[in-house]
């Protein structure tokens, strides 16, 4: 019903008990982030994230459980499944400062009905000085490259980032 504190150390326990420690260095590996690894596969967390919606989900989100690689995956997945725009902004904006790897940001497809905000809120977040911050920003724009209403804007954005130096703000692009 609702996330306590105490639920936070079940929580890692659980993540911890899926854990493959076999695939631990391949992971940190492949994703190049700084957070703890538990190499859970990506399907897994998405479907944790699917089952903590059925819950409490905007408990869970406040405890801001973001301390390793898996955890901010979970937390993005939830992200996703959110419709009030609101809601999107407020724990988007807690996500994206805990982001150092391109995983946790192409996990990102957030769907909301005020398309117009997410445009913004992409658009924003591609201003930012954090490299990962810049990638999400273009990850969220890149979502509206079938509608000819955004793509001057994005195509116009994109050019601005011709002398970017982040590998992974370019990747992105």
């Known amino acids: 019903d609702k996330w306590l504190v105490q639920d936070k150390e079940e929580y890692y326990k659980y993540l911890n008990g899926l854990s493959k ?14 957070l703890d690894v538990l190499a859970i ?6 479907s944790i994230g699917k089952e903590i919606m059925k819950g409490n989900y905007v408990s869970f989100l406040d405890m801001k459980l973001l301390d390793n690689y898996e955890s901010t995956m979970v937390y993005g997945s939830i992200i996703n499944n ?3 725009i609101e ?5 988007l904006d807690i996500y994206v400062n805990y982001v150092d790897n391109w995983s946790s940001c ?3 497809s957030i769907n909301v009905k005020d398309k117009d905000k997410l445009f913004d809120i992409g658009m924003d977040y591609t201003y930012s000085n954090k490299p990962f911050i810049r990638r999400v920003g273009f990850r969220i724009l890149f979502k509206y490259v079938d509608n000819i209403e955004y793509l001057d804007k994005i195509f ?12 992974y703000v370019n990747m992105m692009i």
């Open 41 to 46: 596969p990506v399907p897994i967390l998405k």
């Open 82 to 84: 959110l419709k009030d």
């Open 21 to 34: 420690k076999d695939k631990i260095d391949w992971t940190r590996n492949i994703v190049n982030t700084n």
């Open 156 to 167: 116009k954005r994109c050019d601005e980032f011709y002398n970017e130096e982040h590998y």
């Open 106 to 108: 192409d996990i990102l």
């Open 87 to 91: 809601l999107v902004k407020h724990y």
